[in-house]
């Protein structure tokens, strides 16, 4: 039988790509699969009665040493906001390359608790900051005072004790540029360094509750339960300063999409599976059904997406409950699923499926980075008919939109001065589309098509480009997409039905984000690591935490 | 010392902000990120180019025209990039005057590897050949037999090649291309409240 991919105009809408799912493939999961035969070490815990101070982490391979070092500073409550516009914290968090020596202590010290205001060097990787989710820390640290663990219903509903906003990597701010560290063997995969800080994050605030409640009780204080803290994970706010990402780095988002399609459609093409294979399936199956009772939003656009996916997910069981193995069981199972369910439902499928297979998902976690400097440049030889039969090809979809409509183009996205952040804005009410950034790809592709129409088909582009430097960013990425097919977001961007939190979706899910709950359209809380071994427990993952029952 | 992403964004933005589409300053930023990943001033060169002022530059590039004066070097670089595919590039091109040439040479590069040409260099003050092998330029007629007394330093610290002054300036023009927010558009545009005591 021959199965194709699934085809981009297919997968690359954006209601689907803000249906995805976290899966073997997230980046915090390979991240877990690199280094667990790393040492991870708590090296300094200077913390005073109240939990201020600092904290040094440290990760270790024979030669080689990374370290988290944290910082926690006291924050009145007026102060705390887990957005991007906020100026103070209660954690803010360094990954440091080696180990600090007291000189660099000092030195971080006094910039990274003021993240984006401090600067940082090259000797410095990542950059991020949490606060203190208020209810669930008070609660637990009160609670093991007494002696006595929390409420797990009260700590499951929320998922962590603190919450990250940005994290900052690649050269903001002073840090050290990606190219200095990406031939590196364990950092072959995105976002590894983030990930690492978020992990050591993780362990930071279970040795915070336990410091500051034994600090508040030393005769009766009792450690966090490792079971409920490894059922505890950190949160993550993420605003619209994510979005960009995704459209700013299309050879990186086909990788990653094609690394997601490369599993399913290898899974799909098995002739034959055993019982066992498809009772493993059954279990993760089951145990996410139960998991997602734990998913809590107050945002409608989820409750309802959540809700599609319950009723979908028990359609499913019932036919699946039934079916027998056949040849090609899966290919059965994945069509029948994309015919009968909800992109939401059908994702997860997609992620459960690649669960049950890690021979075949694993390594493709290591085709997910590519060097974005190999598609810069673009071939000017070729000729302004194939250039838009290129358009006609991989750009279909956009070329009968009519861009002169004004829901057509009703967004713009700027960058904020306040806050240095991409935001999105309405053009015909709001100040500022004359600095509109370079996002509305279907209009600008659009725009240059018709354009090209009046220039002879066999003139070279190079003849165009002479006169016409406008569309200069457009056709880079009409070439890579030629190559890459799967790197362009298929929707328009800037028209009024773009609902932005879909592509939070997209990245967040590639990070392994889970728990999903929109405040907004265009802003999003989520759980990292939740389900994930602790620090010290790390090299005996088997990296099926993450369909582990959360209680 | 900023990073070589923080050089490449600033310029990025200055380039903008100066008029340019988005996809030559983009080349802005990449050309003066190599310059400087190669230890040679491509940011002071870069300042003291929209500093001409660069509305004056002439960014047209005419290569029948041997007259033409005070040329763009990203104009002329990415001229020359976007081109030099044609087979008719055997060829003497004359113009009177450049700007700020070092600016020139990152895009001269990628055109020689790309088309297997050379490029042969020469002004009054200022002489350089670039081939398509990815061997430095060395004057062929001096290099020695034997060399003697020799001092090899090799550094993993990038040297800084502008002054705090040139960056400050460069920054501060590179927030033009920002958008400022008033209270209200803080919140739609973010989406959410501001306080987050939950």
Redesign the interface.
Known sequence: MQIELRKPEFVMRLDRLGSFHQSKLSFLRSFIREFKDWEFETKELELDENGFGHCVYVVTKDNKQYSLVCFSNELA??E??????ATKWDASFVLFDGIPSDQDINRLKANVPLQEQGRV??KELCLSRA?K???VFEHVVDRLAQGKQPDTDILYNVGYLY?TTAVYG??????????KIQDRGELKGPFRLEMMLVFLARQFTFDMVNHVAHQRSPQNAVKLNDDIARNLGIGN?T??GMAPFIVNHPALLNQWIISKEKALLAIRSIPNTSQREKEKFQSYLSTIKENIKFWKTDSEYQIKKNLHLTNDLEKFQNYFGKLDIEKFFWNTVYEWAEINTQAECCELIVSLLMEVYPEIVEPLSYEMSIDEEDY??F???RSIGDVCALIEKRYAWLVEIDFEKKDNIYNFW????????P???DRFS???AE?EL?LAIARDINKLYLELKNYPKKD???SY???N????????RIFICEKLPYSEIQDNTISKSLIPVDMLRLKLSFFGATRFDP?????VRITMYQGAPLMKEIHQSDDTWSYKKIA | ??????IETVVKRVARYQG?????A??AG?TVRALE?SALPGLERFDRLISFPYSKCVR??NHKEKNQKYLCPIHFG??F???S??PDNQLTFQFSNILEPLLIIPFLI?AAQ?NLISFDFKSNEFKFFIGSGKIISLDTNKIPHQSNDITLEISNQ?IKQYSDETWDRLYNMS?E?????NEE??L?????G?????
């Open positions: 409550d007026s705390r906001s887990d957005r991007v516009i060097t090259e606060n989710s208020v209810r919450r690649s050269g903001k701010f002073g840090l050290a540029d990606r190219i706010s605003g619209l810069f440049d071939d000017t030889s700027y960058y904020s001065k306040n806050k240095q952040e935001r999105m804005s709001e100040d500022g600095r370079p070279p582009l190079s480009l002479i006169k430097q406008e569309y200069r960013h457009i056709l880079r405040r907004s359209d265009r802003w | 010392m900023h990073s070589l992403y923080e340019l589409s988005w996809g030559i983009e080349e990449k990943q047209e590039i990415l001229f990039l976007d081109q595919h044609k990628k790309k990038r927030l291309t920002f958008v400022e927010e558009k803080k739609l545009g973010a989406g959410a501001l306080t987050d005591n939950d």
